[in-house]
């Protein structure tokens, strides 16, 4: 079995920053990417910030990864109440060396951007 566990958000004011987590662990042989996503109310999952390899910018947010934590993480800076969502982790995961990868979602964290 594969776990992506998120972590780091919560409420934060306006103009403010946020560090989210997310750390994949189980049966992986490896990781071929890890993505965050977010799903704000009413509205659609969208992509916010991935990578193919090294480091992302995505406006406001920075996307990192450490491979030897098989964790990525997303730097979010001058946050506004439009980026109040659920924000999801997905990773493309090889569980063994012959074998197909598969998508995998954790289970969310929420980000609340208010005064």
């Known amino acids: 079995q594969v776990q992506l566990v998120e972590s780091g958000g919560g409420l934060v004011q306006p103009g403010g920053s946020l560090r989210l987590s997310c750390a994949a662990s189980g049966s992986i042989f490896s990781i071929n990417s890890m993505d965050w996503y977010r799903q704000a109310p009413g509205k659609q999952r969208e992509l916010v910030a991935a990578?193919?390899?090294?480091?992302s910018v995505k406006g406001r947010f920075t996307i990192s990864r450490d491979n030897a934590k098989n964790t990525v993480y997303l730097q979010m800076n001058s946050l506004k109440p439009e980026d109040t969502a659920v924000y999801y982790c997905?990773?493309?995961?090889?569980?063994?060396?012959?074998?197909?990868?598969?998508?995998?979602w954790g289970q969310g964290t929420r980000v609340t951007v208010s005064s």
């Open positions: 997905n990773a493309n995961i090889v569980r063994n060396r012959y074998g197909p990868s598969f998508s995998y």
């Open positions: 990578f193919t390899s090294g480091d």
